[in-house]
């Protein structure tokens, strides 16, 4: 069983940063793919951001590109996402996911999942 801890996330206003941290208990992390979701109240959680194992394939959704940014550390085992040029509509609860096997936008796909961490957006 992998434990994800999700860090990083509160309030910030609208055009500002965060980073959130996503730190993995696993030994064999670099052997992960792992990815980035997000639920807003009332609304499915979303695809938002995956990363390969090696960190050389990622992918994000529309709503994120060019915003936002994905990466991974294997030697802390930990992945990050850099979240830029925030809007009220980024505000939800983020959770990282991992996977065996390649880097993926499907939510089904993902075997493990944090408790989770709230990045919330004042207008």
């Known amino acids: 069983q992998v434990q994800l801890v999700e860090s990083g996330g509160g309030l910030v206003q609208a055009g500002g940063s965060l980073r959130l941290s996503c730190a993995a208990s696993?030994?064999?992390?670099?052997?992960?793919?792992m990815g980035w979701f997000r639920q807003a109240p009332g609304q499915e959680r979303e695809f938002v951001a995956a990363?390969?194992?090696?960190?050389?394939?990622?992918y994000y959704a529309d709503s994120v590109k060019g915003r936002f940014t994905i990466s991974r550390d294997n030697a802390k085992k930990t992945v990050y996402l850099q979240m830029n040029s925030l809007k009220p509509e980024d505000t939800a609860v983020y959770y990282c996911a991992v996977r065996r096997g390649g880097a993926t936008m499907s939510l089904r796909e993902y075997d493990y999942w944090g408790q989770g961490t709230q990045v919330t957006v004042s207008s």
């Open positions: 696993e030994r064999t992390f670099g052997s992960y793919a």
């Open positions: 990363i390969s194992w090696s960190g050389g394939t990622t």
